[in-house]
Each structure stands twice: as C-alpha cells, then as structure tokens.
C-alpha cells in the first residue's frame, strides 16, 4: 500500500477532460465550434489545465463568468478567443476587456460602457449581444429591443458585433416543451441576423442542448459539466460516453474498535448498533464534503463501499468498516471516483444532497490540492 501523498486531494484526469471535448466535437453539425466553458475554475477541476486539455481535445473557444478567470486564462493562452459572459461592472469591464475577452452586452446602456471603453483604447471592442428568450436573466427579452440592440453594437464604431446569443432554462429536462419555444425564439432572430450581421457568432446552447438538439448547435456550442464528463442530465456519464474526470480522495488515517453503544462524531449522530471497526478520514465540510451527508454517503476503500457514519466535520469524517475488517491505516478512500468495479458518480453524491453535480464539484474547497493527471486512453473511466 502506497501511503497518500495528501489529506485530501481531488485527481483530475485531463485525459478525459480531451477526450470529452473530442467526443463532443465530433457530434457537431455542420462545423459548429465548441467553446469549453472553465468559470468557477473549471468548475472546481482546475481551469487552465482542464482549458489546456479541451483546446487540444477540438475546443476553439473558452469561457469564463468573471473578469478575474479571463484574466487568468489570458495568462496562459495568449491567442484563444475568450468570451467572458456574465455581468461586469465598470472595473471588472476593463480587466476583462485588458484580458482581450469578448464580452456580453445585455441593454444598451452597457453597450455604451462597452463602447466608452473602447473610444479609450482606440479599437472596436468585440461584444455579444445577449436575447433573453426565456432564462429571465441577463438579455433584453423584447425582439424589436433585440435588433435595436445589434444595431447599435454594429454601427458603432467603437464596437464589432462578434456574436448573437442565449441561454436555455430546461435543456436539461428532457420533458420540457420550453426548451423548444426558447430554440423557437431564437432560431427566428438567428435568421435576421445570419443575414443582417453575416459576420456574427451564433451561439445557443450548454451541454444539455449540445446533447439534446443539434438545431440548437447554430456556429458555437457552450459546453461546461459535459467536458469534465459529468452528465448534464444527472443520470450515469458512461451513457453519453462521457468519463468523469474528477476523483475525490482521502486515505484511511486510523482504524479503531468500536463497541456496541460507541459513538462517532458532534452529537453522537451514530452509535455503533453492533462491535465494529471505524475508519477515521481527514476530510471534511472543510474540503467541501458537505454535513448533510452525515450518515448519508458511501466510501470506497479496498475496493468496497462503506457507509460514512456520523456527523461530517470540518476535517474529519468516520467510515464504518464492519465487525472484522483487513483495511489498514495509509489506505486510499475514494468519496468520489472508481475504485475496482464500483464507481461513486458525482451524480450519486448529488442526489444524496438533493442538488446537482455541478454543485458538488465547485463546491470542493480550496483546501483540496487539484492534481492533474493524464491517465491511459480508457474510455471506462477507470484508470
Ligand atoms: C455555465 C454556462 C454554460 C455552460 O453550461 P453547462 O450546462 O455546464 O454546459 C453555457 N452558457 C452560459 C451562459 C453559462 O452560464
């Protein structure tokens, strides 16, 4: 048994972070971009090694939520077109502009911001107009606002309109008739602006709609949970021939005996129904495994699963290993990741929280070192 070299440490394969993004451009109609999404540091897998695997995977793109995560990206990959699509204020408008990102432009009066901005640097600076065809979020939701709004962007000269776009709200129910009035709304304006502004970038849909509707790939798709192999859909990535990329790992610190009436944790929120043997794991809500799976998750050490048993702490964590137990201290244990033939998805975690995987991933702390590994060409998931 090799000993853990960390507490605590999320692996992330990039390897499968490539071939993601490869089995995703493929599946492109008609030539259509895909633009890798690494906001939140690559939701919470390390955004520039995981945009370095998905631009040598097929991604011409990267996008960003924040001025901040342009900027950093801007450090690494000096000639990518970065789109940076959420909100900005005045400053964060110009470290995002200094990063040389595209950026979004909702009302007009934050294309004038846009535009002043670029009367200082003496260059048309490139926008995207945003349609809110149903999100409720950024975007004007009027059509006729809409074209006043690429007009403006496109006369002025302070300004290039480099592309047109929107959000889905459902892409990712697939039940949901939304999502086509949303495509509907936006395949129509799409139209007027194929002609109007042939040089515009039409882009539309997150992974969820890269996956479902190849009518919503238009020139560019946003993929972010698919390229870390995570299922947009919540249901098992393997399905979709997408491999996670992440594992969460902490190793078996002690093992003790337990009998019957012994309690693990704040609060005595498990007391051992029988003599048993406890893992003691150095992670904890620190790391972001959150409380709410005290008494509620499994863990993989050996290669078998074991419940994780009483209250989650900031640092710590308990396992019940059973009555008679082989498993030593030093001994990997995988919260999230393979382990023989058993996997713990992110997708299961999630579920246990009542949340979704995106949630899981961003929500490990800082406290977790990410180490980036390229692991074989298994299309399994399993190293
Ligand atoms: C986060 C985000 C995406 C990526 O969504 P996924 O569901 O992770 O693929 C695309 N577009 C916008 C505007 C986003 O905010």
New binding site residues.
């Given amino acids: 048994m090799t000993r853990a070299q960390w507490r605590a440490a999320a692996i992330v394969d990039v390897g499968a972070v490539e071939r993601n993004c490869a089995r995703l451009a493929e599946e492109l109609r008609d030539g259509a971009s895909l633009c890798a999404?690494v906001?939140a540091d690559g939701y919470g897998h390390g955004a520039v090694e995981c945009a370095r695997a998905a631009l040598t995977g097929g991604a011409s793109w990267l996008?960003v939520?924040a001025a901040d995560e342009a900027a950093e990206l801007r450090a690494s990959f000096p000639d990518v077109r970065l789109l940076t699509?959420g909100a900005l204020t005045e400053s964060e408008l110009a470290v995002a502009l200094d990063a040389g990102s595209d950026v979004a432009a909702w009302r007009p009066a934050h294309a004038d911001l846009v535009a002043a901005q670029g009367a200082e640097r003496g260059v048309g600076l490139r926008v995207h107009v945003k349609y809110d065809t149903g999100m409720g979020r950024l975007g004007e939701r009027d059509p006729d606002a809409v074209l006043r709004l690429l007009d403006k962007v496109a006369t002025d000269e302070r300004l290039e309109l480099a592309g047109f776009w929107t959000?889905f709200a459902t892409a990712d129910e697939l039940d949901s008739t939304f999502f086509d009035r949303q495509l509907e709304r936006f395949t129509t304006l799409a139209e007027r602006v194929r002609t109007d502004h042939p040089d515009a970038l039409i882009h539309a849909a997150?992974?969820?709609a890269t996956l479902r509707d190849p009518a919503a790939h238009f020139d560019m798709v946003?993929?972010?949970?698919?390229i870390y192999g995570l299922d947009?859909f919540q249901g098992d990535p393997l399905d979709r021939r997408l491999e996670p990329a992440l594992e969460l790992r902490s190793y078996v610190a002690d093992v003790k005996r337990f009998g019957q009436g012994d309690s693990a944790g704040y609060g005595q929120r498990w007391q051992a129904p029988a003599d048993t043997c406890v893992g003691v794991l150095p992670i904890g809500y620190g790391d972001g495994v959150r409380r709410e799976l005290t008494n509620n998750a499994e863990v993989l050490v050996e290669g078998y699963r074991y419940p994780l048993v009483g209250t989650v702490s900031m640092d710590n964590v308990t396992i019940d290993l059973g009555p008679q137990t082989d498993i030593a201290p030093g001994a990997t244990a995988t919260l999230i990741g393979a382990q023989a033939d058993d996997r713990i998805l992110c997708e299961e975690v999630a579920r246990r929280l009542d949340t979704i995987n995106?949630e899981v991933t961003c929500g490990i702390s800082s406290r977790v070192p990410r180490v980036h590994v390229k692991a074989g060409t298994s299309s399994t998931g399993r190293p």
């Fill in positions: 999404v906001k996008a939520a699509m959000h997150n992974s969820a946003r993929c972010g949970v698919a947009p995106y």
